[in-house]
């Protein structure tokens, strides 16, 4: 056991002149308090606060929470009394060690029913001084060093509160080290088959590999002599449990070196670290997509790094992370290490901002019953804890999405929702949320919240108000288009139009109000004409003869007018669009969904069409029948599911590519652009290569409405003589 001289020094070893007496104070006071108490192992109890007291110290923590740490347990397992702490050791102090106390008997995971108020509890514990966080997860941490002495069938529960709750906090307050710590514990209590497996492979690999690894970071440091000196790189072993992570994502098969390895170099300054990026990236090549900077965008929980991957000595891929030492001791200790970078420019402010204000949110709610009534039912479901940037925790049912997330903060937040990002990554917003999961909502102030997102959310909350906004989101376009056909028929008969207008018709024509009317007529159920007879009763012209609008599969081209072209709403429902339930619903090109169409594949509506997640770039758009997509074959985790959903009244037109061999005589050129120009359709670009003296091979990029359009135009050319195969063009 720890001796008390040697906890002094510990503390002295990062502070100057440390508080000794509070040190020996509290290491005596514990040790008498403890006496004889034994811990599950054997051992006397009060080992268990000395080396919750050593991890602190391990953090680099102040001697009040190294006190606390000691006291910790006192209050609840022994004679101790607060106004004892209080009068020994300090009002301030007492408060730790009694916040401590009233966490330490909340479950957090097995009574679900308790779940929301002990939570809340527990926020308002941590509220006052994150000391007190901080001091419980060193103690969580020595309960999971030391859980095998426990008794079988209480590990189970322990390692998944752990999983779910302490060691995503502790990643949340950026302390990775102890986040991953936690996580392997709980990993190899829960799922005791697969750690042995990941980590006998892991000592294997590590064996064999030992050389190679050594000679990498050699051949790196020495190149990287040339920035500076000093710049060392150093090798890590991934942890089991991030390495399982990627498995069930079916991200590796486990069996390359950097599946397993990671370097990483550190420097002395900011700049250094381009540097040394540059120099990597111009001696070995880059591995696509796999560059990241979060120096200059650190993310949330303030980690700092720049990553990237090269094929690099070897020929063997190499993973790095390029950052200072204080970077890194950030990104080791989180909010435990601010104290001793106060005064760089990692951090402005309190680090502890965000998760005050969290708490203070959670704990200004007066009536606790009010509280759990809110989360109650979504806590019947398994659920999951995100946070927002901010650091606010949401609970959500298992199975919630992004758009159940941002319904939860609130509804405007759901209703302008369009994408989001899931620990800083682009990801679309029908992926299903883990624990501990940070959620930014990218919003949009002219999204209307698709209908489709009603299969894909969890939560009663997000279904009513996509029901409701696209409830009103449908009329308001039909309405919209109410105006424009009834502008467009006044014009022809020449009167002017006026919404004020319509008030005096609204009972000949049954209508309630101007909006009902206005979509009634733009569903198509009430006839322009009509409302015209409705407004001037006087009005008595022959009837405008219009021709027949072609119906091309549920488009209406509105009697010779360009303006007016759209969508037939029934059409959607047609045939060729499989039941995608579940999907991701795109809505063309002029969103700020970070969507995109692949620009050579030339998918439009009515293709089935796929989405290809890419990092920093969102989603792209392929058809089916792209043959890129055999390049992102292998990765089927980045394939999405999307379906289209184009507005009714959408008159966006997709850019599509055909091929035809036309016959060399005079004219066919413009027979085949008069063809297509008929069928209202545009020509982007015509490139004409001869192939031989009877026939030119011509390449035309089109702009279409979708499939059908595009048909109807393959369809007719095919039939002019001067034509002689024509195809679509899919690269
Ligand atoms: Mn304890």
Not at 275 to 295: A, E, N, S, Y
């Amino acid at each position: 056991m720890m001796r008390q001289y040697e906890l002094v020094e510990r503390v002295a070893s990062y502070k100057p002149d440390p508080d000794e007496t509070l040190l020996n104070k509290a290491y005596v006071y514990a040790m008498q308090k403890h006496g004889t108490q034994k811990r599950a192992s054997g051992d006397p109890y009060f080992s268990h606060p000395l080396e919750v007291a050593a991890i602190l110290t391990d953090l680099k923590l102040d001697e009040e929470t190294v006190a606390v740490a000691l006291l910790h347990d006192t209050i609840e397992d022994t004679d101790a009394t607060r106004k004892e702490i209080d009068s020994i050791f300090g009002e301030r102090i007492g408060r730790l060690v009694e916040g401590l106390t009233k966490i330490k008997k909340l479950d957090l995971v097995s009574q679900k029913a308790k779940q929301a108020e002990n939570l809340r509890r527990f926020m308002l514990a941590v509220s006052d001084d994150v000391r007190v966080l901080l001091v419980k997860l060193a103690d969580r941490l020595h309960n999971m060093r030391t859980l095998h002495y426990v008794k079988p069938e209480k590990r189970g529960r322990i390692s998944q509160e752990t999983m779910e709750f302490y060691a995503p906090l502790a990643g949340r307050m950026g302390m990775q080290s102890v986040r991953e710590e936690l996580e392997d514990l709980s990993f190899c209590h829960l799922y005791p088959d697969a750690y042995t497996t990941i980590t006998d492979r892991l000592k294997e690999m590590a064996s064999e590999n030992r050389t190679t690894i050594e000679k990498i970071a050699a051949v790196i440091e020495a190149q990287l002599a040339e920035c500076a000196d000093n710049i060392t790189v150093s090798y890590r072993q991934k942890s089991p449990f991030s390495i399982f992570k990627k498995m069930e994502r079916k991200e590796l098969t486990f069996d390359k070196l950097y599946d397993i390895f990671g370097f990483r170099v550190y420097t002395h300054n900011v700049a250094q670290c381009y540097q040394v990026l540059g120099l990597i990236h111009t001696r070995w090549p880059m591995v696509p997509g796999r560059f990241k900077d979060f120096i200059s965008t650190p993310k949330q929980n303030g980690y700092q790094s720049l990553h990237t991957a090269v094929v690099g000595p070897s020929n063997q891929r190499v993973e790095l992370q390029i950052r200072t030492h204080e970077m890194h001791q950030i990104a080791t200790y989180g909010v435990a290490a601010h104290a001793h970078y106060k005064d760089t420019e990692i951090f402005g402010g309190d680090p502890y901002a965000d998760l005050r204000t969290t708490i203070a949110q959670l704990a200004q709610n007066p009536d606790p019953e009010q509280f759990l009534e809110h989360t109650k039912l979504e806590l019947f479901h398994d659920q999951v804890f995100c946070f927002t940037p901010k650091g606010r925790i949401i609970a959500l049912p298992h199975g919630a999405t992004p758009i159940d997330f941002a319904y939860a903060v609130h509804t405007d937040l759901g209703n302008s929702c369009v994408g989001c990002k899931i620990d800083g990554k682009l990801m679309p917003v029908v992926t299903k949320l883990r624990n501990g999961n940070e959620v930014e909502i990218i919003r949009s102030k002219d999204q209307t919240p698709p209908a489709a997102w009603l299969d894909v959310v969890a939560t009663g909350k997000a279904q009513a108000a996509i029901r409701k906004a696209s409830r009103e989101a449908v009329r308001k376009q039909y309405s919209g288009l109410g105006v424009r056909l009834l502008q467009r028929s006044f014009d022809k008969v020449g009167r002017d139009f006026g919404r004020d207008m319509l008030e005096p018709a609204l009972k000949k024509l049954s209508r309630t109000s101007i909006e009902d009317l206005l979509a009634d007529v733009g569903r198509g159920e009430l006839e322009p004409h009509l409302v015209i007879e409705a407004v001037f009763p006087d009005y008595k012209a022959e009837r405008v003869t219009q021709e027949t609008p072609t119906k091309e599969d549920g488009w209406f081209a509105m009697a010779a007018a360009n303006m007016l072209k759209f969508r037939h709403p029934l059409a959607k429902k047609g045939k060729g669009q499989p039941d995608q339930t579940g999907s991701l619903p795109i809505r063309g090109v002029n969103t700020d969904l970070p969507v995109r169409f692949s620009p050579d594949s030339g998918a439009v509506p009515g293709d089935r069409i796929v989405g290809i997640l890419e990092e920093g770039v969102g989603i792209t758009i392929y058809p089916i029948q792209a043959a890129q997509l055999l390049d992102s074959s292998e990765n089927a985790h980045k394939w999405i599911d999307v379906k289209w959903d184009l507005d009714p009244d959408s008159n966006v037109l997709f850019q599509t590519k055909i091929s035809l061999n036309a016959k060399n005589e005079p004219g066919a050129l413009g027979i085949i652009a008069e063809t297509i120009g008929k069928l209202d359709c545009n020509i982007k670009n015509l490139t004409m290569s001869n192939q031989n003296t009877d026939f030119t091979a011509m390449e035309i990029e089109l702009e279409v409405w979708d499939l059908n359009h595009l048909e109807t135009v393959i369809d007719q050319l095919g039939r002019k003589a001067v034509v002689n195969q024509v195809k679509r063009e899919l690269t």
